[in-house]
């Protein structure tokens, strides 16, 4: 039976966060768009986001990017779930993590918001912590504090290697709505070493 699902990005929008270490999940939602032929719509009220609507293995994927800016994205990430009726068991959120080296990947069914507003956002407005969430290593910050690294551009070097890993977390969310969380989870998490942990 043909399912829909939410998937949605987080990061801020405008061209001054596009390659910034906090829109991880912005660039993971839209190169899965590109892999599906699917267009972002310009903003929408009824969602408070730019969405692209694609299909995978005959289920619908709704791909949401909030324009709400980082500590708001709750609020778009509720308004796409009722409009669109998407259950919360359909929904994953793509965020970056400095928790996790550069290029890692981790994928989690559940849990706590760890610290990251925009995590800490979705939680609030849909009252619950059983979403599913998939984190972008971004590394740590070695100099600036954590406010201005997130908000700082990847290195030249870091924006070279950025493909693979996106690619990556790209197919684990392929693997998700065709395989299941279980198999994604270890197809994300492998390269950490904690298959079957995360």
């Keep these: 039976m043909p399912e829909r699902y939410l998937i949605v990005g987080l990061g801020n929008p405008g061209k001054e966060y596009e390659v910034t270490r906090h829109n991880a999940g912005f660039m993971v939602v839209k190169?899965?768009?590109k892999s599906l032929n699917a267009t972002f719509r310009p903003a929408?009220?009824?969602?408070?986001?730019s969405l692209a609507k694609g299909e995978f293995e005959g289920n619908q994927l709704l791909l949401l990017l909030p324009l709400t800016y980082m500590n708001e994205s709750g609020n778009a990430a509720r308004s796409a779930m009722g409009y669109y009726d998407v259950p919360v068991e359909n929904i994953l959120v793509v965020c970056d993590d400095i928790a996790l080296p550069f290029e890692t990947l981790r994928l989690r069914e559940k849990g706590s918001a760890g610290g990251h507003n925009g995590l800490k956002s979705i939680e609030a407005h849909l009252s619950t912590q059983e979403y599913k969430r998939l984190r972008f290593g971004v590394g740590q910050p070695q100099e600036s504090g954590l406010r201005d690294f997130v908000l700082e551009r990847f290195s030249k070097e870091e924006q070279e290697k950025l493909p693979a890993p996106i690619?990556?977390?790209?197919?684990?969310?392929k693997v998700w709505i065709k395989d299941g969380i279980e198999a994604a989870m270890r197809a994300a998490n492998e390269q950490l070493g904690e298959i079957g942990n995360a």
């Design 31 to 33: 190169d899965l768009a």
């Design 44 to 49: 929408l009220s009824t969602v408070k986001g």
């Design 167 to 173: 690619e990556r977390a790209t197919a684990a969310i």
